[in-house]
């Protein structure tokens, strides 16, 4: 052998045991770093022809188990979507407080029934009926208090999934910009360790907001998209785009998060509608549009059943009653009926007319049965039947009834064993006209119409809905032109439309607008963007007749409380019973009668029906009953969702210490290698300075 060829074999010596000295370094300087893979040296001998010619790198190689790498990947998703799952369910748990406390809303239900109690005993105590006003005003404030904060969490989802989607945007720019390095690297035989593993590291934390599918390109590339495909980074990178609302209420229609690509040279981003809401499956984001879209407003729409059943049993009961004195005039909310509307009543009411004693000055009993189809045939006969010392009139949907003589007083009751009905409501109650609660959106939406009615609405009039899933993600819309005279006619219409691909629309057997998934598309919900459509003098838009969309069942909470001229005057509180056998100029009225406040003190055990609300079955139960159920389905939703964050979190934690014992750090065993790599560093450069003492010694001979 040469001298010349020992010097380069010396060198080649050198560089390489440098280089794995250099790798040794960054293993043991990272021991304690998470996520970490220790790095190893592949050495092979240097070959010219038939010559071994030193020893150089073959590569440098993270020691990971790919397979246990996408494992942890997909358990790092799911535990940090149920952790922030947890989180936000705890929060509603701290917000509920303890079902014995008196500020939760069982004990606010209790309170109410207890004040309704004790008033029952002495209906003439103005003190015991303050004391009940305040009590439902105090079930008012906490459910609506309640329901604010869901929309304000809802509100905290929105902004955390714009900083989730900024941290990825920015993770996605990091990989995007490594891997032309770590190529670069592999193919010129340079140590592309050190980059794999940063990359490695913004892959990890990306996996714990998105879930992840990377495949290998070759020469150390990764193409990184969502377990669906969606691409992030490849030929060309993708980059979110999401605008989250300033403000957020039950009607809030979210955008949704756009995947757009980059092009490579000029930096453009190219317009798209792909979007990725639909498509996650795990990670932070998952789990806040989990619960912005769907756990959250499920929430919202279980109390807002909860706070319409309170509003209706109670106002059911007080329209049934009188108060001493009655008042001059009753007053409904607007019904979006017109005067030429079939009334579609059955049974029978009374409509009385009594002086300040509570003597009968006139009445009427009205046979819907009998009475003409219309509601304008029904107010003529209530007038001509009152005989001039009342009026019966609808103006602009609100009907009213008023006595003639400033000193007399107005009453509507039901007559006992054949009471009348439209939609399961007396007339009294489906008009509202004796209401003792109210709130920023009726308790109710049974409307009591049929489809061969007249549909009352404007002609040219617009109303635009949208269908989306069960997460919230758009399926299809439809600009709805009013046309045609009947709610069949509207009905065909919105059946003959794009909506229909995903459901039927129909009338409900008491006027509900119903839209029922079709087979195998799971449930659907309806959300109206914009609504031009006007119901005749009523001026009501279609979707206010029908509260088409969740959020008017959640908006039953809001602005729950007694109704004002209640509030104000505590003696306009009904609850006495009117009597039906008295004749004009007896009493029909007494003072310390109890009936009524003893109806009201009985909605305690009374049974209603509850629709279907979120993760709460179609049900029968009291107002106490109900409010257990829905405290319990909370509880179970907390509770499944830490169980599930601590069972992922657990998954996570034993896949990550399978691979940390085969990607982790041995300090003996780094020890160990950096006294070998050392030592072989000793030898080469003890060749090298023999190489130059040979060299030397012939110098001297020469």
């Given at each position: 052998m040469s001298i010349n060829a020992i010097i380069s074999n010396s060198l080649t010596g050198l560089f390489t045991n440098q280089a794995a000295l250099r790798v040794t370094s960054s293993n043991i300087a990272n021991i304690n770093t998470p996520g970490y893979a220790r790095q190893i040296i592949q050495q092979e001998a240097i070959v010219n022809g038939s010559t071994m010619g030193g020893v150089r790198i073959s590569d440098?190689?993270?020691?990971?188990?790919?397979?246990?790498?996408?494992?942890?990947?997909?358990?790092?998703?799911?535990?940090?979507?149920?952790?922030?799952?947890?989180?936000?369910?705890?929060?509603?748990?701290?917000?509920?407080?303890?079902?014995?406390?008196?500020?939760?809303l069982s004990g606010r239900i209790d309170e109410v029934f207890s004040s309704l109690s004790e008033m029952a005993l002495n209906p003439l105590s103005i003190i015991l009926k303050e004391s009940a006003l305040s009590s439902?005003?105090?079930?008012?404030?906490?459910?609506?208090?309640?329901?604010?904060?869901?929309?304000?969490?809802?509100?905290?989802?929105?902004?955390?999934?714009?900083?989730?989607?900024?941290?990825?945007?920015?993770?996605?720019?990091?990989?995007?910009?490594?891997?032309?390095?770590?190529?670069?690297?592999?193919?010129?035989?340079?140590?592309?360790?050190?980059?794999?593993?940063?990359?490695?590291?913004?892959?990890?934390?990306?996996?714990?907001?998105?879930?992840?599918?990377?495949?290998?390109?070759?020469?150390?590339?990764?193409?990184?998209?969502?377990?669906?495909?969606?691409?992030l980074v490849g030929a060309t990178r993708s980059l979110l785009k999401y605008s989250p609302p300033g403000l957020v209420n039950s009607s809030t229609l979210f955008s949704q998060i756009i995947v757009h690509e980059v092009d490579n040279v000029s930096g453009v981003v190219r317009p798209s509608n792909t979007a990725l809401d639909g498509d996650l499956r795990g990670g932070t984001l998952k789990g806040l549009l989990n619960l912005r879209d769907k756990d959250l407003p499920e929430i919202a729409l279980q109390l807002g059943s909860m706070a319409s059943g309170f509003a209706d049993e109670l106002n059911r009961v007080h329209n049934m009653n009188v108060a001493?004195?009655?008042?001059?005039?009753?007053?409904?909310?607007?019904?979006?009926?017109?005067?030429?509307?079939?009334?579609?009543?059955?049974?029978e009411a009374v409509f009385a007319i009594t002086d300040a004693n509570g003597d009968l000055v006139s009445k009427v009993n009205i046979d819907f049965g009998v009475t003409g189809p219309s509601i304008g045939a029904v107010i003529a006969a209530v007038n001509a039947g009152l005989g001039g010392a009342g009026t019966l009139s609808l103006t602009n949907g609100v009907m009213s009834l008023t006595a003639s003589s400033g000193t007399n007083g107005v009453s509507i009751s039901q007559v006992d064993g054949n009471e009348s009905s439209r939609a399961g409501r007396g007339f009294s109650h489906f008009f509202g006209m004796n209401n003792l609660?109210?709130?920023?959106?009726?308790?109710?939406?049974?409307?009591?119409?049929?489809?061969?009615?007249?549909?009352?609405?404007?002609?040219?009039?617009?109303?635009?809905?949208?269908?989306?899933?069960?997460?919230?993600?758009?399926?299809?819309?439809?600009?709805?032109?009013?046309?045609?005279?009947?709610?069949?006619?509207?009905?065909?219409?919105?059946?003959?439309?794009?909506?229909?691909?995903y459901a039927t629309f129909s009338l409900s057997?008491?006027?509900?607008?119903?839209?029922?998934?079709?087979?195998?598309?799971?449930?659907?919900?309806?959300?109206?963007?914009?609504?031009?459509?006007?119901?005749?003098?009523?001026?009501?838009?279609?979707?206010?007749?029908?509260g088409l969309g969740d959020s008017y069942r959640m908006d039953?909470?809001?602005?729950?409380?007694?109704?004002?001229?209640?509030?104000?005057?505590?003696?306009?509180?009904?609850?006495?019973?009117?009597?039906?056998?008295?004749?004009?100029?007896?009493?029909?009225?007494?003072?310390?009668?109890?009936?009524?406040?003893?109806?009201?003190?009985?909605?305690?055990?009374?049974?209603?029906?509850?629709?279907?609300?979120?993760?709460?079955?179609?049900?029968?139960?009291?107002?106490?009953?109900?409010?257990?159920?829905?405290?319990?389905?909370?509880?179970?939703?907390?509770?499944?969702?830490?169980?599930?964050?601590?069972?992922?979190?657990?998954?996570?934690?034993?896949?990550?210490?399978?691979?940390s014992d085969i990607s982790g750090v041995n300090l003996d065993e780094e020890l160990g290698n950096m006294i070998m790599y050392q030592n072989a560093y000793a030898a080469s450069a003890r060749m090298l300075t023999m190489a130059k003492e040979l060299f030397d010694t012939i110098l001297r001979i020469v």
């Open positions: 440098i190689i993270r020691v990971v188990d790919k397979f246990l790498v996408k494992a942890t990947y997909d358990a790092n998703a799911d535990y940090s979507r149920y952790e922030v799952e947890n989180t936000f369910h705890s929060r509603i748990q701290s917000l509920l407080g303890r079902p014995d406390q008196n500020n939760s439902i005003n105090g079930f008012g404030d906490e459910i609506g208090g309640l329901a604010s904060k869901i929309q304000d969490m809802r509100l905290d989802a929105s902004n955390q999934i714009a900083e989730q989607v900024d941290r990825i945007n920015a993770l996605t720019l990091r990989i995007e910009s490594l891997n032309p390095l770590i190529i670069r690297e592999t193919l010129t035989g340079g140590e592309p360790g050190a980059l794999i593993e940063t990359r490695a590291q913004a892959l990890s934390e990306l996996s714990t907001i998105i879930d992840l599918n990377i495949t290998d390109s070759g020469n150390n590339n990764i193409h990184v998209a969502t377990s669906t495909g969606i691409s001493v004195p009655t008042p001059n005039n009753l007053e409904g909310i607007n019904s979006g009926l017109l005067i030429s509307d079939n009334h579609n009543f059955t049974g609660v109210e709130a920023s959106q009726p308790s109710h939406f049974q409307t009591g119409v049929v489809g061969t009615d007249n549909h009352g609405f404007t002609a040219g009039g617009t109303i635009l809905l949208q269908l989306n899933d069960i997460n919230g993600v758009k399926k299809t819309e439809f600009n709805m032109t009013i046309s045609g005279t009947s709610f069949n006619d509207i009905l065909s219409s919105l059946n003959a439309s794009p909506l229909s691909s057997s008491t006027g509900e607008l119903v839209a029922t998934p079709n087979s195998g598309m799971g449930e659907v919900k309806l959300h109206i963007q914009t609504d031009n459509t006007a119901r005749g003098a009523s001026n009501m838009g279609m979707s206010d007749f029908f039953a909470v809001n602005d729950l409380g007694v109704r004002q001229a209640i509030k104000d005057d505590p003696n306009r509180m009904a609850l006495a019973r009117f009597d039906q056998t008295a004749v004009v100029g007896e009493n029909s009225l007494s003072i310390g009668d109890q009936s009524g406040a003893q109806a009201l003190k009985e909605l305690e055990n009374s049974v209603r029906s509850y629709k279907k609300a979120g993760g709460l079955s179609a049900t029968s139960a009291t107002l106490s009953q109900y409010s257990g159920n829905l405290l319990a389905n909370l509880g179970l939703r907390a509770k499944l969702a830490e169980n599930s964050m601590i069972d992922n979190q657990a998954l996570s934690e034993e896949l990550t210490r399978k691979s």
